[in-house]
């Protein structure tokens, strides 16, 4: 008997446009099956699907090549950052440290 499938969606986005598709698999198939099947490379031809990071509702996925989805989930495809989250605080604390600094004289 064949195991029933399962549906799942796979998003990714960009500043100015995104694209959500909701598919459906059987059983067994990992986040980087279900993204590489996903035809969002079409869509998106500047996207590496096989090395993309990938995440299942907000939390990135260590081996996504292992990861089996369950019904329901959405995997997401993760961009690289524009800019380092610890470098942006430690440039705006800078700035900030700067301004008391200046008001005070």
Do not use: H
Request: aromatic letters at 4%; a neutral charge; hydrophobic letters at 45%.
């Amino acid at each position: 008997m064949a195991k029933p499938g399962i549906t799942v969606e796979v998003a990714y986005a960009l500043v100015d446009r995104q694209a959500l598709v909701s598919l459906e698999f059987p059983q067994g198939v990992t986040a980087r099956e279900a993204v590489l099947q996903s035809g969002l490379g079409e869509s998106f031809p500047q996207l590496d699907l096989a090395t993309a990071p990938l995440g299942i509702f907000g939390k990135a996925l260590a081996k996504p090549e292992e990861r089996i989805l369950e019904e329901g989930e959405r995997v997401e495809i993760y961009r690289p950052l524009v800019a380092d989250p610890k470098e942006v605080r430690k440039q705006r604390a800078a700035r900030a440290a700067l301004a008391r600094a200046t008001e005070q004289r």
